[in-house]
């Protein structure tokens, strides 16, 4: 057999490259996909024993948080368990991220013990309507729970309303609240009291108020106490909970949702939409600078993509545009400071309004909204202003540079006729309107290509003058 010509060997390389590009892209691929799954939670397997899957509501209620929970929920489902233990300690958060994860512990197939642990912790404003929810509600020795008022926030800060409109805020949030409680079989009436006035509880006070069931000092002793009792569902079906020898098993969070779960946060949402269109703007400004634009565009997309998932204000989002507007007018058209202020109040008001969330707090705070304000409009008003300075500057590169630059005439230059000027060391066809004798100083008033329209520096000079 004769040994493969140089095309046959081309070939077989070309395939061998070809199969590892494949290989690689296809498991870049894989690897991709892998982050899209939802997070492991233990063995498929868990025997005959019965399965507890573990949730964790830890931090304010958002959005990728209660994706989670959902995910946890309907794994639990797919996997049969007994029972799903989500332990809480939240001061509260968002509306709809509180009101998916209550629709989603009503529609569970899977009985769901919602646990206020550990001692400390507190299940307050959304977290008082999520413990409220479900069908156990259990609170660890010294824990409380309430304070759920609809808030009118700004950067936290509550604000005065108009009594009509916040009696009917009120309405809203109590009837979301008895439509669940009562079916419960909890008290309506004295959970209304954490809306109406604000008023916060003990454990104690929860169970002798009858809001919640039971009081435990640990995971394990919940599920002792629940095994053999029984429970009425939320569609009125009663359910004998068997957790002898129970597994418990939690349901992480996988490191993308914890991630996401930051980026979602609103202050971290309004510093990234800020960066984004900083870095962006400076690389418009300033082009060639790169780091800027680079940096600019990663924040700005991981801003949309919170977008996606928080109650955005559009009137937020236009405030903020009018102040950058503001800035760039400020720069091009001094008005003493007016218009500078009027952004950073564009821009403020914008941060404050950028999330809405109608029954709980929720939203960027002073703080933030405050440091991230001041800084942007000085930088956006300072690059204007280099710009603008740039345009006045001469041109230090290209032909242009030689108008107004002394060259010294090599030969006499007859007027209307080519002779040679020495510019910067480099010899160039000049042509003059004047005869100027070998060894002159000239002065170049215009460019043509490769040659020079030249004056005798003296008639520049009166000319100038």
Excluded at 170 to 190: K, W
Excluded at 292 to 321: K, S
Excluded at 434 to 440: D, L, R, S
């Amino acid at each position: 057999m004769s040994a493969p010509g140089p095309s046959e060997r081309r070939a077989c390389r070309f395939r061998r490259a070809s199969a590892a590009a494949g290989f690689v892209i296809f498991s870049a691929m894989g690897a991709f996909a892998a982050t899209l799954l939802p997070p492991l939670s233990g063995a498929e397997v868990h025997g005959s024993n019965p399965l507890v899957v573990e949730l964790k509501l830890d931090g304010e209620v958002e959005p990728i948080l209660a994706a989670y929970i959902d995910e946890g929920l309907a794994d639990a489902a797919r996997r049969h368990a007994s029972l799903v233990l989500l332990t809480m300690d939240t001061p509260g958060g968002l509306s709809d991220s509180m009101k998916d994860i209550i629709q989603h512990i009503l529609a569970s197939p899977v009985p769901v013990a919602v646990y206020v642990w550990p001692t400390g912790a507190r299940g307050a404003s959304a977290g008082f309507y999520i413990l409220l929810s479900a069908d156990i509600a259990a609170m660890a020795p010294g824990t409380h729970a309430g304070a759920a008022s609809p808030i009118i926030a700004i950067g936290g800060f509550p604000q005065q309303i108009d009594e009509v409109f916040r009696r009917k805020i009120n309405q809203d949030a109590m009837a979301f609240l008895r439509s669940f409680t009562v079916r419960r079989g909890r008290n309506p009436e004295l959970a209304e009291k954490a809306i109406t006035e604000s008023k916060a509880f003990t454990e104690k006070e929860c169970l002798d108020g009858k809001m919640i069931d039971l009081i435990v000092n640990t995971s394990d002793d919940l599920i002792r106490e629940l095994d053999g009792r029984t429970i009425t569902r939320f569609d009125g079906t009663k359910v004998t909970l068997a957790l002898q020898s129970a597994v418990l098993e939690p349901f992480e969070l996988s490191a993308r949702q914890r991630f996401l779960a930051r980026i979602v946060e609103p202050d971290v949402f309004f510093v990234l939409l800020i960066l984004g269109v900083l870095g962006l703007y400076t690389e418009f400004t300033h082009p060639g600078v790169i780091a800027p634009g680079v940096i600019g565009g990663i924040c700005l997309i991981l801003a949309l993509y919170a977008m996606h998932f928080l109650p955005v204000n559009l009137a937020g989002l236009f405030l903020i545009a009018l102040s950058l507007a503001f800035f760039i007018l400020e720069a091009k058209a001094p008005s003493h400071g007016v218009l500078a202020l009027g952004g950073i109040v564009s821009m403020f008001l914008g941060a404050v309004f950028l999330i809405r969330s109608p029954l709980t707090a929720g939203g960027v705070s002073l703080g933030v909204a405050l440091s991230a304000t001041l800084p942007f409009g000085v930088l956006a008003v300072v690059l204007m202003k280099l710009v603008l300075r740039s345009r006045k500057w001469k041109t230090a590169t290209g032909k242009e540079e030689l108008i107004g630059c002394q060259g010294t005439v090599t030969a006499e230059l007859k007027a209307g006729e080519e002779g040679m000027v020495r510019v910067h060391g480099e010899l160039w066809r000049a042509e003059s309107s004047q005869p100027v004798p070998e060894g002159k100083t000239v002065r170049i008033s215009k460019v043509e290509g490769l040659k020079l329209y030249v004056e005798p520096v003296e008639v520049a000079t009166s000319a100038a003058k």
